[in-house]
């Protein structure tokens, strides 16, 4: 079974930068894809960004495409979201996600286990 905690939210000004980080344990080879979502007040969880554990590649919404950069790191079994040029519209509890099969995508049914999540605030 794998573990997944969230940890780096907070509040942050527009404009302005966070990373978030997912650090997973237990059975840390037991998955193959890692995915970024985030649910704001009201909507929908929406897909952010996914990573492949192995080759390191990553897809990302339209919505932060140029402004998120995912990553990972198979010493530390972490997983990081950078955040820039933040805007009120992320606003959102984020989530991470594992994925036993590879296959990049942000269909959040795929996906088999979820962390408990961390709040990021846009505001001024």
């Known amino acids: 079974q794998v573990q997944l905690v969230e940890s780096g939210g907070g509040l942050v000004q527009p404009g302005g930068s966070l990373k978030l980080s997912c650090t997973v344990s237990?059975?840390?080879?037991?998955?193959?894809?890692i995915g970024w979502f985030r649910q704001a007040p009201g909507k929908e969880r929406e897909g952010v960004s996914c990573i492949h554990r192995r080759d390191g590649n990553s897809f990302y919404a339209s919505t932060v495409r140029g402004r998120f950069t995912i990553s990972r790191d198979t010493v530390k079994n972490t997983i990081d979201l950078q955040m820039n040029m933040l805007k009120p519209e992320d606003t959102a509890v984020y989530y991470c996600?594992?994925?036993?099969?590879?296959?990049?995508?942000?269909?959040?049914?795929?996906?088999?286990?979820w962390g408990q999540g961390t709040q990021v605030t846009v505001s001024s």
């Open positions: 996600a594992i994925k036993k099969l590879r296959g990049l995508t942000l269909y959040s049914p795929l996906f088999d286990s």
């Open positions: 237990g059975n840390t080879l037991d998955y193959e894809t």
